[in-house]
């Protein structure tokens, strides 16, 4: 009798889920966002709902596998805010042969607001709290307008100004404060970045580093202290197609073949722990 109520509401999720968001690709995602570990040598392997279902018995989830060089491709979502990050591990207190059960483990969220049905856009960072299991998120706006292809926006973090040369744009950068460089389209002036800081009256350079972007990608530049002296931090953003994202036009729910309840009734069931 349990197995049976359990297969009627898992079939009736399926059936409710197809008439209320039909099919997937049509609808428009609530958010499109990117993600990285901000710590060096950081690696997190979380997953996520699309369709924000996490607490439906078979809603789809996805895995990310987050870095800390290289930002995820762009992953979409469905859902209301906020978007939910889990880690998932597998139930040991399950039988043997029911160990394909999963057990998501909330780690951290983001909130987020979708205006006029167009997706909140973000590059998240991820940071590793000492001695929590739970993430902390920063977020940086993706949109058009707050980064356009074809620019990188460089971020202080240093508790002095600093002066950055890239070809002949110039610009000061005070702390706590961002800038702006266009592509550097000349093909007599380098794409290097100059970053100087001054001290008795002297400019003191204190990096040199190639940044290269093109109408079809865009960057992000951290500048922060270390040791009483400067580093930086780059990602490059690619401008993707919609269907090459994660998670774009995907099911909200996990079709099963009528078999594999059969064979194994709780293959799809999905328990949350927050």
Not at 47 to 54: A, V
Not at 90 to 106: A, G, V, Y
Not at 164 to 181: D, E, H, I, M, T
């Amino acid at each position: 009798m349990m197995f049976v109520k359990k297969l009627l509401k898992v079939f009736a999720a399926i059936a409710i889920s197809k008439m209320i968001f039909g099919q997937s690709s049509e609808v428009k995602p609530t958010a499109i966002l990117q993600a990285v570990c901000w710590d060096r040598f950081a690696s997190k392997n979380l997953s996520y709902f699309p369709w924000g279902n996490d607490r439906d018995e078979n809603a789809t989830n996805l895995n990310l596998n987050i870095g800390f060089s290289s930002p995820t491709l762009p992953f979409v979502y469905y859902g209301e805010s906020p978007i939910k990050f889990f880690v998932k591990e597998m139930d040991r207190d399950l039988p043997k042969e029911e160990t394909e059960q999963s057990i998501f483990n909330q780690v951290g969220e983001f909130d987020f607001t979708s205006r006029n049905g167009n997706p909140a856009r973000y590059l998240l960072l991820f940071l590793t709290q000492q001695g929590k299991s739970k993430v902390k998120i920063f977020s940086i706006s993706l949109k058009q307008e707050s980064l356009p292809y074809g620019t990188f926006n460089c971020y202080s973090q240093f508790k002095e100004n600093l002066y950055l040369a890239y070809g002949n744009q110039k610009q000061s950068l005070a702390p706590g404060k961002s800038v702006r460089f266009k592509q550097n389209e000349s093909t007599t002036n380098s794409s290097e970045i100059k970053i100087f800081r001054r001290e008795n009256g002297d400019y003191i350079e204190e990096i040199t580093e190639y940044i290269k972007v093109n109408e079809g990608s865009r960057g992000i530049v951290f500048l922060s202290p270390n040791r009483k002296r400067l580093k930086m931090k780059r990602y490059y953003l690619n401008q993707t197609p919609p269907e090459s994202m994660i998670g774009y036009g995907i099911e909200a729910t996990i079709a099963v073949e009528r078999g594999e309840y059969e064979s194994n009734s709780t293959s799809v069931v999905n328990p949350i722990q927050n």
